[in-house]
């Protein structure tokens, strides 16, 4: 089946630790994204990517690193400058217009 | 960027139809209306999209206004499995980007 993965589902995290969440894509698709989601609240966008070895940050990057090596996979680093990382993860992909995809989510804890 | 108004809540029983609004009068000519939906704790779902002509797929149907500043996401049939966040979306670009904003949605609940 095509689709988008995520790993870990759930994670934990120390304080002063970096993390890295994967992202995995099967669908051939060009552009590939992270967003990032509070309780009861709306995705803000981290980061994006348009094609292979290109990304671009989005609206809330600081304290976050992502590369895009591989068309295939997007992972993003959640750094120890991310003041409040707890939160729930998602990666999307797109190939050409609007439609995004998205993946099941990782739901990032910080103890 | 058009701006969106959903109700917070619907209920539906089980098998019958599910009529979600939502109204967007600011949309302007040439944006496309999109829904997606968000099962609790997992990620969203792209259900159907539109620019002024009724869709149909396999999961819904979508009925825009012929003046554009409304739509109606039609789940013909809904089961329990139906239960989420439904979200009437506008993307937009940001920088090179075409960015999604969820706003609050309406949630559903089927009721068996």
């Known amino acids: 089946d095509g689709g988008i993965t995520q790993s870990p589902k759930y994670l934990f995290r120390k304080e002063g630790q970096n993390v890295t969440l994967s992202c995995e894509q099967n669908?051939?698709?060009?552009?590939m994204y992270w967003y990032r989601q509070d309780p009861g609240q709306g995705l803000r966008l981290i980061y994006y990517s348009q094609i292979v070895n290109d990304f671009q940050k989005g609206d809330i990057a600081e304290g976050y690193s992502v590369s895009r090596e591989k068309k295939e996979s997007f992972p993003l680093t959640v750094t120890s400058a991310q003041k409040n990382p707890t939160a729930f993860y998602l990666c999307?992909?797109?190939?050409?217009?609007?439609?995004?995809?998205f993946g099941p989510g990782t739901r990032l804890t910080v103890l | 960027d058009a701006k969106t108004t959903q109700p917070p809540s619907m209920d539906c029983a089980e098998g019958r139809a599910a009529n979600l609004p939502c109204n967007h009068s600011?949309?302007?000519?040439?944006?496309?209306v999109y829904w997606y939906r968000q099962i609790h704790s997992q990620g969203p779902q792209y259900i159907i999209h539109?620019?002024?002509n009724n869709e149909t797929n396999e999961m819904a149907s979508l009925i825009i206004t012929e003046d554009r500043k409304s739509s109606t996401l039609i789940l013909p049939h809904a089961t329990l499995r139906d239960t989420a966040v439904y979200y009437c979306i506008f993307p937009y670009s940001s920088g090179s980007a075409r960015q999604l904003t969820f706003g609050s949605g309406t949630q559903l609940t089927v009721l068996p």
């Open positions: 539109g620019l002024k």
């Open positions: 600011t949309i302007s000519g040439n944006e496309y």
């Open positions: 999307a992909s797109t190939q050409r217009g609007d439609t995004q995809y």
């Open positions: 669908l051939n698709h060009d552009a």
